[in-house]
């Protein structure tokens, strides 16, 4: 075992023993401690982990300092212990309920500076390709931990060496320094206080001494200038925002810092002699220089405002991308033009390009931003990576059906490899259908198609699609080479369930196909609005969407639906308008026990035949002008469709319809109770609920009234019993 390897295991069993300690009651967490840990996004684990508790006792306190007593008015207060790799304490600091000599945090006397390193963190530091962060404080360092980066926190700016050295201290000195990215990110009142750039250039300075990448790290002021920590901008903004910085940092060279030193007596350095002061700024002016310098691609732009998002062009198409993300990309911009850059300079700027930049909600996409190459449809248009193929235009002997990916056509899906233009057959493709389907051609064809149809963003069909098959019958093979062929990112994975909570539409919002890999309802589920998604999704309806922390959305989604189950979908509707949406296919094949391991992997080297062999689907689909059920599959269908209307089944079983064909209700109806009384149907329903379910079936059924006497007698025109 390796000495790291002997250090983790014995901090496991060091945790272990102070978990112990901690479920006692002076082990614990206050509320407002536990909440002020939490505001700065550090979790309970992480919280439990680093063995953080709150001392009442003030002996306690006192001796934790190294004092001889601890005034009672500033107690409770919280104690970070600062355990070395194995766990055990080195020191205690302490934050007092109130402030000590103008102090937040107190360290005991007499003792030598040390470094707060997070349990978690302990093992990446002999692994010099994890970047590590080094900030101000242990409650800092903790946070960006729960972010997921490898960060050591400082007690103080001047605290990352002995006082009168330039050596590193303990915690510091041991790492792996050697070719490590290493950044710097102190409080954001760096950029503006010498007081603190002083120590930020030495620490910059020491750690490339020991050969490390070192970087400095400008995180943006609050709102007014308002200080903002690293726990305070991960909160804010999260850690993509954080990893954006961190990505616009520049390493730097004892030369930078030499240079950075500048005249500290003028207050001025040299990095900031040559960027302008804010009052320059001109955000009109600076969001046409950031978009013609940052965001444009061949000559356009590749950065847009639509649907309540930005979105932003790579690899063929235009991706989403979070607000904090762009608002980390502009301040890293700014910050090397301007001095003492502010968030509401980015907010500033980010609004003035938005005015430039916003498409209307009402296109949809994919749509041409300008002029195309040459008279295309972008509806028959499937961008890849390098390129965008006109289907129509492929299989015609010199037709021009080829065009670079550029960043002028909108469209937020494309497939995540490049166009292959030689047509090699699919050999490991073909046969694996060919095991799932045996002697049914009609299947492999009408999936054939129904790929075709999803490589394109064509919603006019207005079908669902529908594979049912046994456990290990092919159907999550088939779903996974979908996701590869379409794109991972053009795809979602709702629950039927999930459609009927308040932001179940959320995740399929520009998602060229939902896959819902178990069609299933528990009981809690509510069918009818189930159905009424499924109708308007498939049906090209536009819906309202709620989104989390949004406006709600009106659009038309642009997502197709299939479904896989082991059993049919029970869903009620007695006009089987369900069953008429959806194409079916069947599988009968089980290959439980004798299952491929590595067929996925096969399939994905031969994508790019697949995607030929389903423009051939997309081909004979556009020719025929709509699907087709497979023979194979009616029986199913007739299945499904009595699943989701008993009504209809009791018509085709028990009745007739036609011209002149009547009945009286009462004697329709007590046939209706029988026939659920045979089908184990424990209720029926009211003559008023058969009666809707029967209008639903045909349009052909009148209700009609026949006066008998002093008395009217109700009877059905157009059907009758048919024994």
Known sequence: ???????????????????????????????????????????????????????????????????????????????YPFLDAAGRPV???????????????????????????????WPMLADPKVPLLITEGEKKALSAACAGFACVGLVGVEAWHKKGSSKLVPELEHVAWEGRDAFVVFDSDAASNPNVQRP???????????????RIVRLPSGEGGAKVGLDDFLVAHGSEALQELLDNAVPLSQADLGQAAGDESTGK??????????KEFDAHDESINIIERCFTTDGAWNLYFWNGCWWRWSNGCYHATPQNELDARLYGFMN?????????HVRELREQMRSKLLIESAMEQPEWLGQPPFECDPRDLVAMQDCAIYLPNLFVTGAEYRIPATPRLFTTSACDFKFEPSRPEPKCWLKFLESVFPDDPQSIDTLQEIFGYLLTPDTSQQKAFLIIGPTRSGKGTIARLLQKLIGTRNCCGPTLSS?????????????????????????????????????SISGEDSLTVDIKHLAPVTTKLPTRLLLMTNELPKVADASSAFVGRFIVLTMTQSFLGKEDRGLDQKL????????????????????????????????TLRDLRDLTSAVGAFVREQCEMGVGYSIDIKDLFAAWRSWCGEQGRDHPGTRQS??????????????????????????????????
């Not at 479920?23 to 840990?37: G, K, S």
């Not at 700065?40 to 300092?65: P, R």
């Not at 090397?336 to 509401?344: H, K, P, Q, S, Y």
């Open 336 to 344: 090397r033009e301007f001095i003492g850059v502010r968030i509401a």
């Open 200 to 214: 930020e250039r030495g620490l910059a300075g020491a750690l490339l001494a020991h050969n490390a990448k070192a």
């Open 499 to 535: 459609l009927t909570q308040p932001f179940g539409l959320q995740p399929l919002m520009n998602k060229s196909l939902a896959i819902i890999s178990d069609a299933r309802l528990n009981g809690r589920a509510d069918q009818s609005v189930v159905l009424e998604r499924i109708l």
């Open 604 to 635: 994905a080297e031969e994508l790019p035949c697949i995607w030929w062999w389903a423009a051939a689907g997309w081909m004979r689909l556009r020719e025929r002008g709509h699907f087709q059920q497979p023979d194979s599959s009616l029986e």
């Open 1 to 79: 075992m390796s000495p790291l390897d002997e250090a983790v295991t014995a901090f496991a069993s060091e945790r272990d023993r102070a978990a112990a300690e901690d479920r006692q009651p002076n082990r614990q967490l206050l509320p407002m401690h536990r909440e002020e840990l939490k505001k700065s996004g550090i979790t309970a684990e992480a919280i439990f982990s680093a063995g953080v508790y709150t001392e009442h006792d003030t002996k306690q306190i006192a001796a934790l300092l190294n004092r001889k007593s601890f005034p009672l008015s500033h107690s409770p207060a919280i104690v």
């Open 690 to 723: 058969f009666g809707r379910d029967l209008n639903a079936c045909s349009s052909l059924i009148r209700r009609k009234e026949r006066r008998v006497g002093r008395s009217k007698v109700g009877y059905y025109e157009g059907i009758r019993l048919s024994c």
């Open 91 to 121: 020191l205690h600091r302490v934050k007092p309920i109130k402030l000590v000599g103008g102090a937040k945090y107190l360290q005991p006397s007499k003792t030598a500076v040390r470094a707060y390193v997070p349990p978690s963190v």
């Open 269 to 278: 350095t040299g990095k900031k002699d040559h960027r302008q002061a804010m």
